[in-house]
């Protein structure tokens, strides 16, 4: 249920190579970051610094294991 309702792309299933599925994460971990960005611009908007706050912490996680997916790819993602 939760993959179909999902923003994000499909994860591919027919990658067979480390690298390949190291870039595959980086690549969801990017677009998972440029959903959240919109909310915390809508929490603040909404007066809601606590809401912001949250997001801006998850963004700022989930930007750090990105840099961290992608040096194992050498930041070729």
């Given at each position: 249920m939760?993959?179909?309702?999902s923003e994000?792309?499909?994860y591919p299933s027919?990658?067979?190579s480390g690298r390949d599925h190291?870039?595959?994460l980086a690549n969801a971990l990017a677009a998972?970051?440029?959903l959240i960005r919109p909310?915390?611009?809508?929490?603040e908007e909404a007066g809601d610094p606590a809401t912001a706050d949250i997001l801006t912490e998850v963004a700022r996680d989930i930007d750090k294991l990105r840099w961290l997916v992608e040096a194992h790819a050498?930041?070729?993602?």
């Amino acid at each position: 249920m939760a993959a179909e309702r999902s923003e994000l792309s499909r994860y591919p299933s027919r990658i067979t190579s480390g690298r390949d599925h190291v870039k595959g994460l980086a690549n969801a971990l990017a677009a998972f970051g440029g959903l959240i960005r919109p909310g915390i611009v809508e929490a603040e908007e909404a007066g809601d610094p606590a809401t912001a706050d949250i997001l801006t912490e998850v963004a700022r996680d989930i930007d750090k294991l990105r840099w961290l997916v992608e040096a194992h790819a050498g930041g070729t993602t």
